[in-house]
């Protein structure tokens, strides 16, 4: 069992579609796998794409999976999502 899940949104960040699809496998196969950690990479930027992932994180079916989100300590650009 990897300790962490990892994905990249900067080659899809042109994409809605795909940026759902990237966050949502991550996460199902996280709580599937019982991996604690995934990281979300959406960048630093304009926030944009940070907003999108929070917001998306905090649907009902995302929320039960996980204990909390936080922006990584000291790298702006990547939220971790310490799931159950």
Request: aromatic share 4%; no cysteine.
């Amino acid at each position: 069992m990897p300790a962490k899940l990892t994905v990249d949104l900067h080659p899809i960040f042109r994409s809605d579609r795909d940026i759902d699809t990237a966050v949502r496998n991550v996460i199902f196969r996280a709580a599937g796998q019982n991996v604690p950690l995934v990281e979300i990479i959406p960048g630093k930027g304009s926030g944009k794409l940070k907003s999108r992932v929070l917001a998306m994180l905090k649907q009902p079916h995302f929320k039960k999976l996980y204990r909390r989100v936080e922006s990584a300590p000291g790298n702006d650009g990547m939220v971790l999502v310490h799931l159950k």
